[in-house]
């Protein structure tokens, strides 16, 4: 029991963290802050990662509902998180434009926005994030999986918090060339991560005699 506790954690730090990626909204978040102080910097880190894990854990207690309100199976979710997935990891492997934020864009802003929007959605829990989410709460059955599971978007909030509050010294440390292949071998992992879930999404699909019956027998009929 325990040993499958800590397993459902492990796996999502792992599903989500790449994902999340905070070291690279650690470039961001240093460009968005460049000229607040460093009790404002703590404080925006600290609500980015509080809005982050609001926002996941709606969706993995609210997901099954939404799956159930829009009609959406299982499959589905898989194989649509799966392509969200390899379409994020596929845009880390390529080089892209910096976004540059300037203190006179940001000046007005107040630190709880900057902190919900562009910081904690869609950068740290946007649709990739959320997608994930989503399909673990539909795969989850029981109240300790749950559990292993707010606790593993905690740990990740933790962690991003962490790196958000010390991203000075780490984007220092990585170097321009260092955050470059940090993103590219995250990409990697999530292209990874999305196949996984198409190929896991398919094969759901072709076991769930509701969808595939029907396909079997209209194939069938033309056989004949």
Same mark, same amino acid.
């Given at each position: 029991?325990?040993? @499958? ?25 240093? $460009?968005? !802050? ?8 703590? +404080? ?21 509902? #939404? ?11 898989? #194989?649509? &998180? &799966? ?13 892209? +434009?910096?976004? +540059? ?9 107040? /630190? @709880? ?15 990739? $994030? #959320?997608?994930? !989410? ?12 749950? /559990?292993?599971?707010?606790?593993? %978007? %905690?740990?990740?909030? /933790? ?20 955050? @470059?292949?940090?993103?590219? #071998? ?13 190929? @896991? ?24």
């Amino acid at each position: 029991m325990i040993a @499958n506790i800590i397993t459902i954690i492990l796996g999502t730090v792992a599903g989500l963290l790449p994902i999340a990626n905070p070291f690279s909204t650690a470039v961001v978040f240093l $460009s968005l !802050t460049s000229y607040r102080s460093d009790v404002q910097k703590k +404080k925006i880190a600290r609500m980015t990662c509080i809005y982050m894990t609001g926002i996941l854990l709606v969706f993995l207690l609210a997901g099954v509902l #939404i799956m159930n309100f829009f009609g959406i199976s299982l499959p589905g979710v898989r #194989i649509a &998180g &799966g392509l969200i997935v390899t379409g994020i990891g596929f845009g880390m492997m390529r080089p892209g +434009k910096e976004e +540059k934020h300037t203190a006179a864009d940001d000046a007005e802003d107040d /630190v @709880n926005d900057i902190s919900f929007t562009p910081l904690a959605m869609p950068m740290l829990s946007g649709p990739g $994030s #959320i997608a994930v !989410t989503i399909g673990m709460a539909a795969e989850t059955k029981r109240i300790l999986d749950y /559990v292993a599971i707010s606790i593993g %978007i %905690i740990l990740v909030a /933790v962690i991003s918090y962490f790196v958000l509050r010390y991203s000075p010294a780490i984007v220092r440390f990585l170097g321009k060339t260092g955050m @470059n292949a940090l993103n590219r #071998i995250m990409g990697f992992i999530l292209i990874c991560v999305g196949i996984q879930f198409i190929v @896991n999404g398919v094969y759901g699909f072709f076991l769930d005699e509701q969808y595939a019956k029907p396909i079997f027998e209209m194939y069938r009929s033309l056989a004949q």
